[in-house]
């Protein structure tokens, strides 16, 4: 998997600039002389899978041109504690000065794809994927969700422009469920799906009555997903939402949806340790 330079490079670049400031990099400026040479690699220090290669790759290539990104993997790829992920080989001071946003990226990227992979691991026997959402961070939106497919997910929407999901505030708002459907179906284009979020079983029956290409089902218990997968009976796409855990995710797989969205693995996911090692 890649991603097109012409959607990273701005990124790299702005998190570059945001690093140097007005005066570069002063430390290393200050105590790497000129000419120095540096063989450094990139140490993944737990395991993990990896995502952000290609962003790492451009962080130092942007500092220092002549600088050689080797990487020993590639992005999804299952990596073990002490592994070395890539290696780095030219003038020292870009090495140092490129260190901080090369690993930011690769370590939070990294940090989606393994909590990713974990929960797609934990409910694989079941036909159910895992998806992300648009609680993401500002800015970052693209590479989270690319991040969230090297760890075996999938995404839902990237934006409020590929598809229409009507939630509770929209349902009031709109004057009911009925209302809502009828304006969207008069709104959206022929290729535009319509979801309908629901929290009762009553307004699951009044949904597939009306017609929808998708039900998010929130904040139900396992015994009401169950009989909302029953009364579906594979006429639409049914997704599970709602505080959806490691630990819960297993059980609500196996209520037969097919889709669990879950928003922590983008807003809150803990980094994977990577070092860099001269």
């Known amino acids: 998997m890649r991603m097109s330079r012409l959607l990273t490079e701005p990124l790299v670049r702005a998190a570059l600039l945001e690093d140097l400031g007005r005066a570069g990099d002063i430390t290393t400026d200050a105590c790497v002389p000129d000419g ?42 299952r990596v073990a504690g002490g592994q070395v992920i890539a290696t780095v080989t030219g003038p020292a001071g870009g090495v140092l000065t490129a260190e901080r946003v090369a690993l930011n990226f690769l370590s939070h990227m990294s940090g989606i794809a393994t909590a990713t992979r974990g929960i797609a691991d934990a409910i694989a026997h079941t036909n159910c994927r895992v998806v992300c959402t648009r609680k993401t961070t500002p800015g970052l939106r693209f590479v989270e969700k690319y991040a969230v497919r090297c760890g075996g997910g999938a995404n839902h929407r990237f934006g409020l422009d590929d598809a229409i999901l009507i939630k509770d505030n929209h349902v009031v708002l709109a004057g009911g469920i009925q209302p809502a459907l009828a304006r969207a179906r008069a709104h959206a ?70 889709l669990i969205s879950v928003g922590w693995i983008t807003h809150s996911v803990r980094t994977l340790d990577i070092g860099l090692d001269i």
């Open 36 to 77: 120095v040479l540096a063989d450094a690699a990139l140490v993944a220090r737990m395991p993990g899978v990896i995502a952000g290669l290609d962003l790492a790759a451009l962080a130092f290539e942007l500092i220092e041109p002549g600088l050689r990104f080797m990487p020993e993997v590639i992005d999804g790829q």
């Open 189 to 258: 284009g022929h290729l535009v799906k319509i979801e309908l979020e629901v929290d009762t079983l009553e307004q699951l029956a009044e949904a597939l009555q009306l017609g929808v290409d998708a039900v998010l089902l929130d904040n139900m218990t396992l015994e009401m997903l169950r009989e909302a997968v029953a009364m579906v009976a594979g006429r639409v796409w049914t997704e599970a939402s709602g505080r959806i855990t490691p630990e819960t995710a297993v059980g609500v797989a196996e209520t037969g949806v097919d």
